[in-house]
């Protein structure tokens, strides 16, 4: 499919977001903190690997948002994977036009989940960064979610209310929602974490096995969770901010959507599987499977060393 001309305005602007060199990335948002280094010139020492990271983007008829989304990528990025939900509009042209090396892959069944575990299955990263396309999530974040795996931690998931974290597109029923199934999935699986539904996450790719997801909704932010912290994983919170969608109205719906979050807790906590063996302390003092957040402020993200995959 061809780019429409009516887009190519929405492509050249994000393509002028695109920095001739890692030194002039533009700040996470001008209100949350200060420029940081990338990550991977902050080391003097030198470095057997290279860690991989692959980034996947699930969309449907995003044409107007995934530019602003590729345009903000950081240079740790190695690989994008748009997972395209049979669009009809030029969701894939745009992206091709300004991440021409993006892979673009489809999905055998429709749903959010679904779409995600294409994008994890095809991806070769050591490292897998979910995202959505809509710009209600910052790229420019990434970074905060690498170090953090960087230091030992299998899954990092963003946090609305915590810190330097925030939202300005929850309303009052979905916060509520939010509220009240964190609250059950804390008890259900004692924990401490102060967001669930939240689809900004990393974690190693050599825990998808471990995880072993099978949502196909919405609902798959929450299995990734509450499977990582029920299998013993290592798992960190940082803080995120959630703004509106650039364009369009969002395909979450509130009711049917928080009943399946629903159904995946009680489904995972009571289902009878092996966990993973224990594990040694997590950096920080966590011990294998405890859950509790340590939290980092956007602000004050200290340097960190390459990820031992």
């Not at 924990?191 to 196909?216: E, I, N, P, V």
């Not at 901010?241 to 009943?259: I, Y």
């Not at 040694?280 to 340097?303: K, Y």
Request: hydrophobic residues 40%; negative net charge; glycine residues 8%.
């Amino acid at each position: 499919m061809g780019l429409h001309p009516e887009l190519e305005p929405e492509v050249n602007r994000a393509l002028t977001l695109v920095p001739d060199s890692v030194e002039s990335w533009p700040a996470t948002r001008e209100d949350l903190g200060a420029r940081h280094e990338p990550r991977f010139v902050r080391s003097r020492w030198p470095r057997p690997k290279r860690i991989q990271v692959s980034l996947v983007i699930p969309a449907m008829n995003e044409e107007r948002n995934i530019g602003w989304v590729l345009g903000r990528l950081p240079a740790e990025i190695d690989e994008v994977i748009l997972v395209d939900g049979n669009s009809v509009d030029d969701t894939v042209a745009v992206s091709r036009a300004i991440r021409p090396d993006i892979r673009v892959v489809g999905q055998d069944r429709p749903g959010k989940g679904a779409a995600l575990r294409a994008g994890f299955a095809a991806a070769r990263g050591d490292v897998i960064v979910m995202i959505d396309a809509d710009g209600s999530m910052d790229p420019i974040e990434i970074e905060r979610y690498l170090a953090l795996l960087a230091e030992g931690y299998d899954l990092v998931k963003g946090s609305r209310f915590t810190g330097e974290g925030g939202t300005t597109d929850m309303e009052y029923v979905r916060r509520c929602g939010n509220a009240a199934l964190r609250g059950l999935s804390n008890s259900l699986y004692r924990t401490r974490f102060t967001d669930l539904c939240y689809g900004f996450m990393a974690f190693r790719r050599d825990q998808l096995a471990t995880l072993d997801l099978q949502a196909d909704g919405f609902e798959i932010e929450t299995e990734i969770v509450v499977r990582a912290v029920k299998s013993g994983l290592r798992v960190h919170e940082v803080a995120s901010f959630e703004e509106p969608r650039v364009h369009g109205e969002s395909n979450l719906h509130t009711w049917r959507d928080g009943s399946r979050v629903l159904r995946v807790m009680l489904r995972h906590r009571f289902a009878r599987r092996s966990l993973a063996p224990e594990r040694e302390s997590a950096p920080g003092g966590l011990a294998s499977g405890d859950a509790t957040a340590v939290l980092v402020p956007l602000t004050e993200l200290a340097p960190a060393a390459d990820l031992g995959v």
